[in-house]
Structures are given as structure tokens and as C-alpha cells.
């Protein structure tokens, strides 16, 4: 691969990540646990441009700045991990406690600008200026903190699919691949900055490897594309601490499986009803943003009491429920002979859904089969009958 090819495809992932940025920002997406995504984008884009610009200009005229790139590593790991954390509990405040996930990279620049310094930098340049072992640091960060932030996804998977029906759904699958692929290329970058360092100016094929940011940017700008809601800030986020809702159904005494409800059987009866006469005649589901609590304010009961109705008279979590009824719909708009021109896409946003490929899963999942295939033998076994 040419130099020049490299330089090129930097510069062209520098460009897509300031324009992400612009994105998140005019999304205000800041106002949530995205604000460490913008900051993790633009550390990536300084990482690109200090890569594109000559290393000895840099030497040369800006060292401090050019001593920073190989520092940057350790950020990757504490944005990834408060992303997700506080993406996944957006009432959790920023605190200073919060500050010390960047110690690493802290020391490390102490270490940097004390370098020439008997006092600090004799302690700091053992750990931080030996290249194997200011390699065993960054990966030791970026393997923890994204072991961490896998763990907080994969602890609020229940919550997800308990409360959310779909667009919050999409956005919880789509933060596993994140964490995945931002490991994955935060290993690649702290290699590529050590094997740079080390075999200056014989291994300068190195500096290849960091079109792997520039992959991952383009990779977070189609899914900015091709699913926008993916980036739409939603407050309540999969962990609610208390119903918004003031129940209006008496208790009398409590159930056996839930036994700190205190739905009557009769109560159940009620909420169910309710229930199924709302779901057939206002059709909430078609709204992809729908929570239970939205869905338990309609039905007029709080969302604990919903979920209970839920599982014991449904056997079904909320987003089981909800899609559902979005398959049924689905159903009746692919055999409707006036959208018989109808893209599968358009029928899956017109059944409530906020992603084809959701779309896609569920239908499969609940009918065994694909929407065009549902479509195409529903239609011959038709004229079969009628033929």
C-alpha cells in the first residue's frame, strides 16, 4: 500500500469523524452519555492527524504534541467504559469519582513533561517511556475497561427488553458490536504506536494499521445514516428507579407470584381487558418509541402492575407483546392488494417498527419465515383456493 494511499484514507477518516462529531453535537446528544462518544471520536481524530502530519516537522517544531500521540491509547478504554455507563443510566450524574478513570493517561503525561526531572520522572519513565511495558499498560486498560463496559451491557439486558419495544432495543444491539469493535480496534492503535516506536524508522509500515480508525468512523457514520435512531437520545433509558405513574386500581391483597403486587385476580381481569381493547382499536404499538410506561398510562395502572398482567396472562415480556401485534399489522399491510408495490422497509415502519432488520428478526421469529416469504405463500396458496 502506497504512502500516499495511507495518508489518503487518513485524511478521509479525519474529515468523517469531524463531521460525526458535528452530527452527534447538532443531535445534542451531548445532553447524554453520548458526550464521551464525541470526546472518544475526536481523540481518534487527533490520533489521525497527528499521524498524517510529518513525524519530524513534529519532532522538530511541536515534540510535546507529537510525544502525545502515543499516550492517547490510554483514553480509549474510560470513554468507551462511561459511554456505555452512562448511556444505559442516563439519571446518573457526573461526579469526580468519575475523573479517576483517566489517572493512567494522567500519569502518563506527568510522566511525559517530567521526563528531564530526577524527582518524578526517575519513578514514572520505568512504567510509561519502556515501550513493552507502556504497552502492557494501555492494553491492561483497554482490555479492563472494555471487559467492564461488556459487563454493564450485558447487566442491563433484561431491563431492555422488559421496558422498551423497539428503538431502545436497537440501540442496546448496536452497543454490543460498539464495545466489541472499539476493543478491537484500540488493541490494533496501541500496537501500532508501540511497533512505530520501537522500529523507527525501519518499520514504518505501522503507521498502516491506523486505518483501522478510520474503518471504525465510518462504520459508526453508516449506522448514523442508515439508522439515525440509533443516536436519538431517550430519556429513562432502560433502568427506571419509579413509575411516573400514579396507579389507579385498588389493591387488596397480593398474588402468589408476585407477592408484593397485591393485584386482585378481579384487577387482573380489568388491566387485561383494558388492555386488549386499547391494543385493538388506538393501535399504541405503531409508535416505535412506546415504553410500558407510556403503554401502563394509557391503560391507566402503573407499569409494575402492567408487567405482571403481562407475564401471567400473556407469557410475554412487553417487547414479545408489542411486536406482536406489530407482526399482525405487518401481515395485514403485505396482503393489502393497494400496497402490493410496497418496499418490506416501508411496511415495517408503518407496523411500528424502527429498523428493518428488527423487523426482519421478529417476523421470522414469531411466524418462521422472512416477510417475503410470508407474502409470496400466503398469495399462491390464495389463488390456489380460489383458482
Avoid at 452497543?175 to 512505530?196: D, E, G, P, R
Avoid at 385476580?265 to 416505535?288: F, H
Wanted: proline share 4%; charged share 15%; aromatic share 14%.
Amino acid at each position: 500500500m502506497p504512502v500516499q494511499l495511507n495518508i489518503f484514507l487518513l485524511l478521509f477518516g479525519g474529515l468523517q469523524g469531524l463531521l460525526l462529531s458535528l452530527f452527534l453535537a447538532r443531535k445534542k446528544t451531548y445532553r447524554n452519555g453520548y458526550i464521551f462518544l464525541i470526546i472518544y471520536i475526536l481523540v481518534m481524530l487527533l490520533q489521525i492527524t497527528l499521524k498524517v502530519v510529518s513525524k519530524i516537522w513534529l519532532m522538530e517544531n511541536m515534540r510535546t504534541i507529537y510525544s502525545l500521540s502515543y499516550r492517547l491509547p490510554f483514553l480509549y478504554g474510560p470513554l468507551v467504559y462511561l459511554f456505555v455507563v452512562y448511556l444505559l443510566m442516563p439519571n446518573r450524574r457526573f461526579g469526580l469519582k468519575d475523573l479517576l478513570h483517566f489517572a493512567p493517561f494522567v500519569i502518563a503525561i506527568l510522566a511525559m513533561l517530567t521526563y528531564t526531572q530526577v524527582n518524578l520522572g526517575s519513578f514514572l519513565t520505568g512504567a510509561f517511556f519502556n515501550p513493552a511495558k507502556n504497552l502492557s499498560l494501555q492494553v491492561a486498560t483497554i482490555g479492563i475497561y472494555h471487559i467492564l463496559a461488556y459487563r454493564q451491557w450485558l447487566s442491563s439486558g433484561r431491563p431492555a427488553k422488559d421496558v422498551f419495544s423497539d428503538l431502545s432495543k436497537l440501540q442496546f444491539k448496536w452497543l454490543k458490536s460498539f464495545i466489541i469493535l472499539s476493543a478491537i480496534v484500540s488493541l490494533v492503535i496501541a500496537l501500532a504506536v508501540f511497533f512505530m516506536y520501537i522500529y523507527y524508522p525501519h518499520w514504518n509500515h505501522a503507521r498502516f494499521l491506523f486505518v483501522a480508525l478510520t474503518v471504525f468512523i465510518y462504520w459508526i457514520s453508516y449506522t448514523a445514516l442508515s439508522q439515525p435512531s440509533v443516536f436519538t437520545v431517550i430519556n429513562g433509558q432502560f433502568k427506571t428507579d419509579s413509575p411516573p405513574f400514579v396507579p389507579k386500581l385498588v389493591v387488596h391483597r397480593r398474588t402468589k407470584k408476585y407477592s408484593n403486587s397485591g393485584l386482585t385476580t378481579e384487577d387482573i381481569s380489568v388491566i387485561r381487558l383494558a388492555l386488549q381493547k386499547l391494543m385493538t382499536e388506538k393501535k399504541p404499538y405503531l409508535n416505535p418509541e412506546i415504553t410500558i410506561n407510556d403503554l401502563a398510562a394509557l391503560v391507566k395502572c402503573n407499569r409494575h402492575h402492567l408487567s405482571q398482567v403481562l407475564n401471567e396472562s400473556f407469557h410475554r415480556s412487553f417487547y414479545d407483546y408489542v411486536n406482536q401485534y406489530r407482526v399482525e399489522e405487518a401481515k395485514q399491510l403485505l396482503l393489502d392488494p393497494v400496497r402490493e408495490d410496497h418496499k418490506i422497509a416501508s411496511i415495517a415502519y408503518d407496523s411500528g417498527f424502527n429498523s428493518l432488520s428488527t423487523f426482519n428478526d421478529v417476523f421470522k421469529k414469531m411466524t418462521g419465515g422472512t416477510p417475503s416469504q410470508f407474502k409470496k405463500v400466503t398469495l399462491i396458496s390464495s389463488r390456489q383456493q380460489h383458482g
